[in-house]
């Protein structure tokens, strides 16, 4: 009887520590936080300042009236809402694809046995350890002068479609998903195209929610290799656009400021849509052999 009593008790002990003890985490994680939203936040805020704002003794730490002023300075200096609409094209082009092939590497690494997989998986992790700046004159060459499509959607997307992070990370996925049950589908007459697509791929959906954020951000904040391929104007994509604002003699802060802020809103509204699926995918992605 006396023991019956003392096991709620017990427990509510438990709940209360455990609460305390979240207060203390919150309460410690707060400044962090703050810490990590300054920039953010003064980005927004200065977009909507003057120049002569920004720079002052004394920043505004509030909004302004001067967005539409700073926009239409940066709209007609980049042609900004077309460097955008590139950039938003390519990341998801570049996000679709690659989702596809990486998903066909890492089921296949994981799910079929062939001669020298082993050596071939290996010598795909290798690559990771080659400085980008050594492939990227050998790719500038291939895409400009030998395939000719200098100024184009695809000279951006392609070099990097089956990338390395991608293949690992889907081989991990898929070694989660149970033998049999692709086994069971096979048996039932599913074609092995159709095995991947309708069985494997619902199943890692966390997983490749992951892998879209992290492709999507990586090809929306590449830099360097569309200055390279993109030389005319009506082709920049959103970081090249941004760049072209800083000269030797004059920086265009404000506009700096405008395009970078309203840059953060496709992929913020993609990882607020995507954000449980992209904690899961990453828990699960981790799954060791």
Do not use: C
Not at 57 to 68: E, M, R, Y
Not at 92 to 109: C, D, E, H, I, R
Not at 243 to 261: F, Y
């Amino acid at each position: 009887m006396t023991t019956t009593m003392q096991a709620p008790k017990e427990k509510a002990g438990v709940k209360a520590r455990d609460r305390i003890r979240a207060f203390w985490l919150h309460l410690a994680l707060i400044p962090l936080a703050a810490l990590f939203l300054a920039p953010l936040w003064m980005m927004a805020v200065f977009s909507t300042h003057p120049e002569s704002a920004i720079f002052s003794a004394n920043p505004p730490l509030w909004f302004g009236g001067s967005f539409g002023e700073n926009f239409r300075g940066l709209q007609a200096d980049t042609n900004y809402l077309r460097a955008l609409l590139n950039s938003v094209v390519i990341a998801s082009l570049y996000t679709a694809f690659s989702m596809l092939l990486t998903s066909m590497g890492g089921y296949a690494f994981a799910k079929f046995d062939f001669p020298g997989k082993s050596w071939l998986f290996g010598l795909i992790l290798a690559t990771l350890t080659i400085p980008t700046f050594v492939t990227i004159i050998p790719q500038f060459i291939m895409i400009a002068r030998d395939m000719k499509i200098s100024n184009t959607y695809w000279a951006v997307i392609l070099p990097t479609l089956a990338n390395t992070i991608g293949i690992f990370y889907m081989r991990q996925a898929f070694q989660t998903v149970p033998t049999d049950l692709l086994n069971a589908a096979r048996i039932d007459g599913a074609s092995e195209w159709r095995t991947f697509w309708q069985i494997a791929l619902p199943v890692v959906r966390p997983a490749m929610a992951a892998l879209a954020i992290l492709l999507f951000l990586a090809s929306w904040n590449d830099y360097l290799w569309p200055l390279l391929v993109l030389t005319q104007k009506d082709s920049y994509t959103m970081p090249v656009a941004l760049g072209t604002l800083i000269g030797l003699t004059r920086v265009s802060w404000g506009g700096i400021m405008v395009g970078t802020a309203i840059a953060t809103l496709p992929f913020l509204a993609l990882f607020l849509a995507l954000q449980r699926h992209f904690v899961a995918g990453i828990a699960g992605g981790a799954v060791k052999d």
